[in-house]
């Protein structure tokens, strides 16, 4: 092979790479995001000269490798930062002209969004754009977890006098990461230190929280913030999961040198379970309370590794979670939509094949109406559907709502069970009935 065939052969399989992982967008990347490769101490570009021997010549003993060097904050450039983080170009790109610009922005979602993944890599491209090295304290971290508000404002506040103050001598850093701002009562009060900072003097502050407040158009308005939303539903989080996987996926085929296709069923597969989940946690609570991918990252990329993770992430962690999660989301909304328990479209849909084992493996849990206090359980125990008039009246009435579950809990604390007496079933129902119509 020639040195400029190796060239477009290079570009080429970077861009099918790029393909196979983000086939809806190639995350904004193509060949021209190659800079170059190498081979051993032979480093090719468009600009090299050709080296004396075939490319055939420089593979031997142990330079069996050819690596790939994507263009980066030397050619002006984010391809690089895009490559490594799995956020699409576009996306990427209007990120940092914010910062740049308004140098102060909170991302804004729920847990496990990649909110401090995204903060950090942020953090560290404006210091490398700056010609700073990343050393000890160019980057502060400041986790409300573990401070209160007062030391957040003092820190804040001693910052500002900082800035403001002619006396250049203190070393402050670049960038400031305010992890969990969701935990301050206040956040125009915790940045009102920084009205009179000059920006150009004054540090990057990014800022995560798990949910927008009341105060998002002050801060916009007097503290120069701008809102970016890390929302489960839109890009970059909606793709992340199934680029991250298909990215983990190639590198063990790549290794193994082999394709398997029970794999490749799985990992496309999970994205399709976690979007699942997050539609039915919005239509039985609010998109508050999805799932983030950050707890699908960690799936093996083994058929057997990966069936036993799923079914204790789905036993142990998904399951108490909906329970909770849609417990309140009764309390707090009411009944909105029709029950359908959320594993069966998991286990109609389940990917790995049955062995003849299958009788040791844990069965997945399933999610029960009555499991959450949902308040038209009762259909089902008495093996009838309600009236239209009465399924209309529980979802009109949130009041209504809750004198069916106390009615429900009033039946489960006596001592004969519904399901084991049909008198008591009948009688239960009566009374139930002339409560609901008097209330009606």
């Known amino acids: 092979t020639k040195w400029d065939v190796l060239d477009g052969v290079v ?40 080296p004396e021997l075939l490319p055939c010549g420089y593979l031997v003993g142990e330079n069996t490798t050819i690596s790939v060097t994507v263009r980066g904050l030397a050619e ?13 170009k576009p996306i990427l790109q209007r990120y940092v002209s914010l910062l740049v610009e308004h140098r102060r922005i909170i991302l804004s979602g729920p847990s496990g969004t990649g909110k401090t993944y995204l903060a950090n890599r942020l953090s560290e491209y404006l210091v490398l754009r700056e010609g700073r090295e990343l050393t000890d304290g160019v980057i502060a971290t400041f986790n409300v977890d573990h401070k209160s508000s007062k030391e957040l404002r003092q820190y804040l506040s001693n910052l500002a006098d900082q800035c403001t103050s002619e006396n250049n001598a203190v070393d402050m850093p670049l960038v400031i990461i305010l992890d969990n701002l969701h935990h301050v009562s206040s956040l125009g009060e915790i940045f009102n230190g920084l009205l009179n900072c000059k920006d150009h003097k004054c540090p990057y502050i990014i800022g995560t929280m798990n949910q927008a407040t009341s105060s998002a158009p002050n801060l916009q308005l007097h503290h120069n913030f701008r809102w970016v939303l890390c929302a489960n539903h839109t890009e970059p989080v909606k793709g992340f999961l199934g680029r991250f996987l298909r990215r983990k996926l190639m590198e063990t ?11 490749v069923k799985i990992i496309d597969w999970i994205p399709k379970v976690w979007h699942h989940l997050n539609r039915f946690l919005e239509a039985h609570s609010s998109s508050d309370v999805t799932i983030g991918p950050r707890l699908f990252l960690s799936c093996p990329i083994d058929v057997d590794g990966s069936r036993v993770w799923f079914t204790d992430l789905w036993n142990y962690s998904i399951i108490p979670y909906l329970l909770e999660a849609v417990r309140e989301g009764l309390q707090l909304y009411g009944r909105r939509a029709p029950w359908e328990d959320p594993a069966k479209w998991v286990m109609d849909t389940y990917p790995w094949a049955a ?14 109406p009555e499991d959450v206090g949902c308040s038209v359980s009762l259909e089902k ?29 009033a039946s489960y604390s006596s001592p004969q069970s519904y399901d084991s007496d049909s008198n008591s079933n009948s009688h239960h129902d009566d009374i139930l009935d002339s409560s609901l119509e008097s209330t009606l």
Do not use: C
């Open 11 to 50: 570009r080429r399989l970077f861009k099918e790479y790029i393909i196979h992982v983000d086939p809806v967008s190639q995350l904004g990347l193509n060949s021209d995001s190659v800079l170059g490769y190498s081979i051993g101490e032979i480093k090719r570009s468009n600009t090299s000269e050709t």
């Open 76 to 88: 002006n450039s984010l391809d690089s930062l895009v490559f490594e983080s799995l956020i699409p």
């Open 253 to 263: 085929e790549i290794s193994g040198r082999v394709r398997n296709a029970e794999l």
């Open 355 to 368: 062995s003849p084992q299958q009788h040791e493996w844990p069965p997945l849990l399933q999610l029960r």
């Open 381 to 409: 125990a008495r093996g009838g559907r309600l009236p239209d008039w009465k399924a209309l009246t529980l979802l009109l009435s949130p009041q209504i709502n809750m004198l069916m579950r106390l009615q429900e809990a």
